[in-house]
């Protein structure tokens, strides 16, 4: 059964920083692209970022580019992303989903951390 | 960048059958992707590709596509249904990133 499971949010002020991680079991976490989808409370889904499975490929939204990056090691099934300069608007519920494969979707969605940047 | 739009709203009676539909440039190079999200809980995927569905997901879930609009049918709609859907796809424009519509809050009479 696949299982991915993020850990990492909290409370920070404007300006700070935060990493958030992903533990992934269940599947061959190197043969997969992961991603990073938020959710602000009330709103809907906003994807942030993508990596491919060996890291060639490095993906990010307009609004968090220059502020955030996203990693992963594969040796240990962990997929990371570092939050930087964070923002009120950065408030959200943190994903981290696995793209499919050959589907070209989201196939597996962790139940997500909660990020607050507030003062 | 691309936007996929969404009705914000739709509600069905129980055992009807619903069609929500997302409307977005993109899915004219690429299918629709659609998540069913419960209060409290995470995304789940329902519908992917032309109309495939995961493992699990009932068949009264179907998908369709024409032009730049995919839409998710609900054949029978129950109770449990009830939930935001979303629509994703990648970005047409070549960068490879992905963009949801805005969802749908489908209510179950």
């Known amino acids: 059964e696949v299982q991915l499971v993020e850990s990492g949010g909290g409370l920070v002020k404007p300006g700070g920083s935060l990493r958030l991680s992903c533990a992934a079991s269940?599947?061959?976490?190197?043969?997969?692209?992961m991603n990073w989808v938020r959710q602000a409370p009330g709103k809907g889904l906003e994807w942030v970022s993508s990596?491919?499975?060996?890291?060639?490929?490095?993906y990010y939204a307009d609004s968090v580019k220059g502020r955030f990056t996203i990693s992963r090691d594969n040796a240990k099934n962990s997929l990371y992303l570092q939050m930087n300069s964070l923002r009120a608007e950065d408030t959200a519920v943190y994903y981290c989903?696995?793209?499919?494969?050959?589907?070209?979707?989201?196939?597996?969605w962790g139940q997500g951390t909660m990020v607050t940047v507030s003062s | 960048s691309s936007e996929l739009t969404q009705d914000p709203a739709v509600s069905v009676a129980l055992g009807q059958t619903v069609r929500i539909t997302c409307q977005g440039d993109?899915?004219?190079?690429?299918?629709a992707s659609w998540y069913q999200q419960k209060p409290g809980q995470a995304p789940v995927l329902v519908i992917y590709?032309?109309?495939n569905r995961p493992s699990g997901i009932p068949d009264r879930f179907s998908g369709s596509s024409s032009g730049n609009t995919a839409s998710l049918t609900i054949t029978g709609a129950q109770a449990e249904d009830e939930a935001d859907y979303y629509c994703?796809?990648?970005?047409?424009?070549?960068?490879?990133?992905?963009?949801f519509g805005g969802g749908t809050k489908l209510t179950v009479l």
């Open positions: 989903a696995r793209e499919g494969g050959s589907i070209a979707a989201l196939a597996s």
């Open positions: 269940g599947f061959t976490f190197s043969s997969y692209s």
């Open positions: 990596i491919s499975s060996s890291s060639s490929y490095i």
């Open positions: 993109s899915l004219r190079s690429y299918y």
């Open positions: 590709g032309k109309n």
């Open positions: 994703n796809s990648r970005d047409s424009s070549g960068n490879h990133r992905w963009v």
